[in-house]
């Protein structure tokens, strides 16, 4: 029974033995190793040392059991202006880095910048074609005004009755009645149409029906009044009675007119013709001529005192 205990104790501590002895076979090599380099180290140049050992520090675990490597002064000021100069390397790289990135931000915001310039000047452009299109519109839609002396001789024609307006505007060119009822709202031109002798009416309604603006019919009337008064000058001069005859009806008509429009209307025609507007203030009586010229004195007094001189001259 006691052997049997014996061999039991030694079979508990046989594995604790095993155990050592395994360390010992790893650890001696190690060992060995370790002698070996640092009498190596011992024996060879510093530097050469040196470096080794420096290699053999950062190796894991074993590079703690080797020394530290030891420089002369020169060398560790050396190593100081290595480090420094790596330091200053990393510090202008890192700079570089950021630069490099500052750079391209600058970049980024510049072209962003161009861009939304670029849109403003779009919109800028739409918004002055869009404010110019409505005046451009109104400009193409608003048609064309007779003049202020079209329309003030529309005024009087149209306020005599069209019994009364039709016989003076029949002594008129084609062109210029066509001028004046143009100007004229629709009802006032229909009744003193009617008035007028057929032929001339519709020579009147295809010169009306033609005309594209007022200021192509006033510069066709104005082209039709010198040829007829040049017209006009031989013929009176050879055909005198015949004169006489227009002046009659002509003071008739006005003898009949209110004096306010025919003063009106005679300072109109004194503008384009005052030989003719002379002629029937002559032919009228001096009452009537009396009452139109004081009428005309009111409202245009420098065209009633040329006629005054002129009537009295003549």
């Known amino acids: 029974m006691a052997k049997a205990g014996t061999e039991v104790e030694l079979d508990l501590e046989q594995p604790s033995g095993s155990k050592a002895g395994r360390i010992l076979l790893f650890a001696v090599p190690i060992l060995f190793t370790v002698v070996l380099v640092g009498a190596l180290l011992a024996l060879s140049n510093p530097t050469t040392r040196n470096t080794v050992l420096e290699t053999a520090n950062k190796v894991p675990v074993v590079g703690s059991m080797f020394p530290k ?27 570089k880095t950021q630069l490099t990135k500052k750079n391209t931000e600058l970049k980024t915001v510049q072209q962003a910048q161009v861009d939304t310039q670029k849109k403003v000047d779009d919109l800028t452009k739409k918004l002055e074609t869009a404010q110019a299109k409505p005046k451009d519109a109104a400009a193409e839609k608003e048609p064309e005004k007779p003049s202020d002396q079209v329309k003030q001789l529309a005024q009087t024609y149209g306020s005599m009755s069209a019994s009364k307006a039709a016989p003076i505007l029949e002594t008129l060119t084609d062109a210029e009645i066509a001028m004046i009822l143009n100007a004229m709202n629709t009802e006032q ?19 009306l029906k033609n005309a594209s603006s007022p200021s192509k019919l006033e510069a066709a009337a104005n082209t039709a009044r010198a040829a007829a008064d040049k017209a006009a000058q031989p013929a009176q001069a050879a055909s005198p009675s015949g004169a006489s005859l227009n002046q009659d009806q002509l003071a008739q008509t006005f003898s009949s007119m209110e ?40 409202t245009d007094s420098e065209t009633a005192a040329s006629l005054a001189n002129k009537l009295i001259g003549g």
């Open 259 to 298: 004096a306010s429009s025919a003063s009106t209307l005679l300072a109109q025609m004194a503008k384009t013709n005052q030989t003719k507007v002379l002629t029937i203030l002559k032919s009228v009586d001096d009452t009537t001529r009396s009452n139109i010229l004081s009428q005309m004195a009111g």
């Open 69 to 95: 490597p030891t420089y002369t002064p020169e060398q560790q000021a050396q190593k100081k202006e290595e480090k420094q100069v790596e330091s200053a390397e990393a510090t202008i790289n890192e700079l």
């Open 189 to 207: 031109r229909s009744s003193i149409m009617q008035k007028m002798a057929a032929d001339k009416a519709a020579k009147v309604s295809i010169m």
